[in-house]
């Protein structure tokens, strides 16, 4: 039973589409976080929740808009797609009770804009 | 702030050489810090944590690291590479207690030949 899924795992698309990325943790956590990984493997923070509510946005242009209908879910919506967007999104959870520092990746969107 | 830095993005091993995989951190306050392990088009796996108990921290699949303060290290070891090790390693800090934001390093591609 999968602790952090995402779906799609795939997307290609055209630029100037808009496409969106879900995300489910079944671990019970109340933080959930978006992570870009560019091309050279880098892994950036874009966007962080914790009980639905917002508490890290690292300037992450306006297109890209999270969304966390509850706690176990948060989902990604990207306007007016990018060639730089191309990227693979990973999924993140945590739990800040008990804080132990972890997170829990889902295994990646790998997102194409052409 | 927060950062890393893993000296090496590429390490090349022979099997059953020793793996050191080096990061440095720079943090203003007591870190808790991390190495991931991503395998090809995977997500990232936890290989092992310091919050602030044993300096030693032994991991899984063999690995280890050692936090030194006064080195501001974190290296990550192996007595003896396999192949399936082949895969790229994060280095990664956050600061103990309130909202995780993980920071990460570049990365190191961890190569194995016979």
């Known amino acids: 039973d999968t602790a952090v899924s995402q779906t799609p795992k795939y997307l290609v698309t055209q630029m100037g589409n808009d496409k969106s990325i879900k995300c489910e943790q079944n671990?019970?956590?109340?933080?959930m976080y978006w992570y870009k990984q560019d091309s050279k493997k880098f892994l950036k923070i874009m966007f962080s929740?914790?009980?639905?509510?917002?508490?890290i946005n690292e300037t992450v242009p306006n297109r890209f808009s999270p969304k966390s209908p509850d706690k176990a879910h948060l989902n990604l919506h990207i306007n007016s797609l990018e060639l730089g967007d191309s990227a693979v999104y990973f999924c993140?959870?945590?739990?800040?009770?008990?804080?132990?520092?972890?997170?829990?990746f889902g295994e990646g969107s790998r997102l194409t804009v052409l | 702030a927060q950062s890393v830095t893993q000296l090496g993005s590429h390490v090349s091993v022979s099997e059953g050489a020793l793996v050191l995989l080096r990061c440095n951190y720079s943090?203003?306050?007591?870190?808790?810090l991390f190495w991931y392990v991503q395998y090809p088009n995977q997500g990232l796996q936890l290989l092992l944590k310091?919050?602030?108990?044993?300096?030693l921290v032994k991991g899984i699949n063999g690995f280890e690291a050692e936090f030194k303060k006064s080195e501001t290290s974190f290296h990550l070891t192996k007595p003896s590479a396999h192949m399936s090790d082949a895969a790229e390693y994060f280095c990664?800090?956050?600061?103990?207690?309130?909202?995780?934001?993980?920071?990460f390093g570049a990365g190191t591609r961890l190569a194995v030949h016979p």
């Open positions: 671990l019970g956590h109340d933080t």
């Open positions: 990664a800090v956050s600061r103990s207690g309130g909202y995780n934001k993980l920071i």
């Open positions: 943090s203003s306050v007591p870190p808790y």
């Open positions: 929740y914790n009980n639905k509510e917002l508490i």
């Open positions: 993140a959870s945590s739990q800040i009770t008990g804080d132990t520092g972890e997170l829990f």
């Open positions: 310091y919050t602030s108990a044993a300096t």
